[in-house]
């Protein structure tokens, strides 16, 4: 992949048209009321929801939140011509209420969530990420700073292998691997993607591909977000973006697996609900639900959506609306 291609050329965002629609009812109000909206986009990536809200509302102003520090470089080519109604902030996303703050806005319209690992970060082989090229065994979205997937197969013992291969891979065979990458680095310190693939390829029966896919992808999903911290970022940052969503402001999650949407799904539900006691004989203010949800469930790509863009074929979509001010007591 060649990473002078512009970012507009290299990427196509995931369930881009059905992501902005979602917001655009909040962007409309704001619009309407105050002159202008303010959307962050907490997953910047390379810029391309962002650029199509941009080019879509012209009083529209996004905060663009990523910790790739590449990732922001090339999205803030491919937003150049829209640089006065931009902030970049490399900054993770739980960051998103200190985000705000420091660029003295007080509340937003929107924030849009696109989970997981970026199109750049999969396409770049010396990343890490993928399991399908030979690279280093690196994984960390900000290369900048913390540790990588090396250290922890390295470095983890067998025990805590087991445990983040089994809870953030659920992957069945996590003892298996784990032995296998222990015996592994017995030998050799694990440098490489291709050793780590090899080592799992040992223990996983050949029948479990052909169901589960590549033998390496639920171990890599697992190294991938202990390495990041992925859920415990996001288990932070979506109740950060309710707390400065303004009063019919929206948030958009895409997430790809069913962890990240077991988060989303709790944190939108709680707050969706009555909090008056079971049995209490009026709903007073407080009690009232502070988010109405907008999304059937999960929602999921249609056809024609996945065939524009295949990443998005495991894209789990929820979005919910601000309908109670924080501070009605």
Known sequence: MNSERPAGERHIPVLRDRCINLLAPAIERAIEERGRAVVVDATLGMGGHSE??????PQLHVVGIDRDEQALALA??????????T??????????ADAVEDLGIGEIDGALFDLGVSSLQLDERDRGFAYSYDAPLDMRMDTSRGMTAADVVNTYSEAD????IRRWGEEK?????????????????LTTTGELVEAIRKVVPAAAAKTGGHPAKRTFQALRIEVNEELDVLERALPAAIDVLALGGRIVVMSY???????TKSVFGQLAKSSAPRGFPVELEEHKPQLKTLTKG???PTAAEIEENPRAASAKLRAVERIRNRSAK
């Open 52 to 57: 199509a809200m941009l080019q879509r509302f």
């Open 76 to 85: 803030g080519e491919r937003l150049r011509p829209f640089a006065v109604r």
């Open 87 to 96: 902030d970049l902030v490399h900054a993770v996303y739980d960051e998103i």
């Open 161 to 164: 292998l087991v445990r983040i």
């Open 173 to 189: 065979f996590a003892g298996r691997i784990a032995s296998s990458i222990v015996a592994a680095r017995d030998a050799a310190p």
């Open 257 to 263: 697996h069913s962890l990240e949407d077991k988060i």
């Open 298 to 300: 999960t929602e999921v």
